[in-house]
């Protein structure tokens, strides 16, 4: 059975700083990993999507990595702003999407 | 496209109540995926449609429960009884295909007093 985890639960850091994401899968028959975002009181929006094959993706200030072997991707965040607060979540996609639980991150002016 | 688009946004019943939740996916999607989400459980995949047939209900909690697609623009999620406990968010999400980028609605916060 697939399981998806996320460290750290919680991240506040102050503006400007880089920082990163990790999530970790026990399954690594997976066909791709995505990174969600989520305000609160909304909806999931796609971040970026991964497939098996590939190593990275980068969309803006964000980029993600996958390592399949180790079942593990982080999701690096350049540069950060109070807009980017917001709950992450990685789901891993093997049959059905497995959500991670998510890092909610505060990012402080 | 308006993207995933659920209805309706919130929904207050009393227990024992029968409660549908409404989804229109993005036109051309193939997929179709239920959600709820909760503090405890996080997001937890109930059901899913490939081409309007139901391919995995496992997630599905009890009978009580029940999901369908008639047509490739239109699902309903039932819940009859309803109970507190169904108390959640609950997220439709739509794709090309089963593994393809999954889009969400803006979900339906459920209450049930």
């Known amino acids: 059975k697939q399981e998806v985890t996320q460290i750290p639960a919680a991240l506040s850091v102050p503006e400007g700083e880089n920082l990163v994401l990790n999530c970790s899968f026990t399954d690594s028959a997976i066909y791709n990993l995505q990174w969600f975002r989520q305000d609160p009181g909304k909806g999931l929006t796609s971040l970026l999507l991964i497939q098996s094959s590939q190593r990275e993706q980068t969309s803006g200030r964000l980029n993600a990595s996958l390592d399949k072997s180790s079942g593990r991707s982080t999701l690096y965040i350049a540069a950060s702003q109070p807009g980017d607060s917001a709950t992450y979540l990685c789901a891993v996609e093997g049959g059905k999407l497995i959500f991670g639980q998510g890092t909610e991150l505060s990012v402080k002016p | 496209d308006a993207g995933v688009i659920q209805s309706p946004r919130h929904e207050v019943t009393e227990m024992g109540q029968e409660v549908t939740l409404r989804c229109k996916p993005i036109?051309?999607?193939?997929?179709l995926f239920w959600y709820r989400q909760t503090m405890m459980r996080g997001l937890e995949l109930l059901i899913y449609f490939n081409n309007n047939v139901p391919i995995d209900d496992s997630g599905m909690p009890e009978d009580r429960f029940s999901a369908k697609m008639p047509n490739a623009s239109f699902s309903t999620l039932k819940i009859q009884p309803s109970e507190p406990r169904d108390s959640a968010v609950y997220f439709c999400?739509?794709?090309?295909?089963?593994?393809?980028?999954?889009?969400f609605g803006q979900g339906t916060r459920l209450t049930v007093v």
């Open positions: 999400a739509s794709s090309f295909g089963v593994s393809d980028e999954a889009f």
């Open positions: 036109s051309g999607h193939n997929s």
